[in-house]
């Protein structure tokens, strides 16, 4: 009997404009054989051409470069490739700038000091439709109220309790980087039953996608 022919590895392309910091990304992400970097770019114009060459599963973004930001590229792949996973990288003091991307879609976050486990966990997360934001992220947004713009003025366990009790449960998850796939596994359910599920979590809580429902839960949390 012949085995399965192994899957083919996630292609990735990234972009910074520290040449030291993007050959410490690639390194990282080359310790991990499911993952492929197709190209490298130090700015975002680069990584909007590395897309258009390459078509990647994913996108590593420095979210502040020149002349063409990560932002500025992030808003043209949204306009142009759409749901492309756009995972954002950035450091501590860049909360606005982090906020901006939640606006435009970003998938995810991690910090560039962070567990370099994180970055591999955040790279298969978003690729495989969830989100993810790095714990350090999160907290500063929740810690300097930045976070709250995505609430609409409400708050967010008043939000989290409109919610049946398995949505609640979904969120959580959602909140934790999981995705469909994911968690349906953990909670038992057909992947096509969470996928209803989400629909009817953003629907209801007014997100306007994964990352913001994951800050909405991470909001709940922290009020409950």
């Known amino acids: 009997m012949s085995l399965p ?4 590895p996630l292609r990735v392309v990234l972009a910074d404009d520290e040449p030291l910091v ?3 990304l ?3 992400l080359g310790t991990d054989s499911s993952l492929q970097v197709v190209a490298q770019g130090s700015s975002g114009e680069e990584a909007l051409a590395a897309v258009r060459a390459h078509r990647p599963d994913v996108v590593l973004l ?4 020149g002349p063409t930001s990560g932002l500025e590229a992030l808003a043209e792949i949204r306009r142009g490739a759409g ?3 756009c995972l954002m990288v950035t450091t501590f003091g860049e909360d606005e700038y982090v906020a901006e991307a939640v606006r435009l879609g970003a998938d995810g976050f991690v910090l560039k000091s962070g567990d370099p486990r994180e970055l591999l966990l955040a790279v298969h997360a978003v690729a495989s439709g969830g989100a993810f934001f790095s714990p350090a992220v999160s907290r500063r ?3 300097n109220g930045l976070g709250t713009r995505f609430v609409a003025r409400q708050d967010a366990r008043e939000r989290f309790e409109r919610l049946t009790r398995r949505e609640q449960e979904v969120l959580s998850l959602v909140g934790g980087g999981l995705s469909n796939a994911e968690i349906a596994a953990s909670l038992h359910l057909a992947e096509g039953t969470v996928k209803v599920h989400v629909t009817s979590i953003l629907r209801t809580t007014g997100a306007r996608n994964r990352v913001e429902a994951a ?3 991470a909001h709940a949390d922290a009020a409950g």
């Open 22 to 24: 993007r050959a410490g």
């Open 83 to 85: 749901p492309l996973p």
């Open 26 to 28: 690639a390194g990282i």
């Open 215 to 217: 800050l909405i839960a």
């Open 141 to 143: 947004l929740l810690q």
């Open 5 to 8: 022919a192994p899957a083919a």
């Open 62 to 65: 420095d979210v502040r470069m």
